[in-house]
Nanobody, 122 residues
Framework: QVQLVESGGGVVQAGGSLRLSCAASGRTFSSYAMGWFRQALGKEREFVSVISWNGGSTYYADSGKGRFTISRDNAKNTVYLQMNSLKPEDTAVYYC???????????????WGQGTQVTVSS
């Protein structure tokens, strides 16, 4: 089993930045595509970004394009989400997920982290 632990969330003012991290426990981290998702109160979980196993391909939801950057460091078994120019609408619990197959949606992912809260105040 792969365990994923998100960190880096917190409270920031609109326009600020946060870098989320997702640490994987498995030694097979480098074989997995990794994704970031978020779920706001009263809303369904939504796709934010995904990165292929080797980092060669990245995709972003329209909501984060130009503001968010996904990256990974396989040597550290960690995937990151750099979030800049944050908006109150970005407030949500952010989750990372892993799968042997890359999905540009919330479905199909094999492993999920517990989430980290991001709150953007205005």
């Amino acid at each position: 089993q792969v365990q994923l632990v998100e960190s880096g969330g917190g409270v920031v003012q609109a326009g600020g930045s946060l870098r989320l991290s997702c640490a994987a426990s498995g030694r097979t981290f480098s074989s997995y595509a990794m994704g970031w998702f978020r779920q706001a109160l009263g809303k369904e979980r939504e796709f934010v970004s995904v990165i292929s196993w080797n980092g060669g391909s990245t995709y972003y939801a329209d909501s984060g394009k130009g503001r968010f950057t996904i990256s990974r460091d396989n040597a550290k078994n960690t995937v990151y989400l750099q979030m800049n120019s944050l908006k109150p609408e970005d407030t949500a619990v952010y989750y990372c997920a892993a799968s042997s197959i890359l999905y540009k949606s919330t479905v199909g992912w094999d492993y999920w982290g517990q989430g980290t809260q991001v709150t953007v105040s205005s």
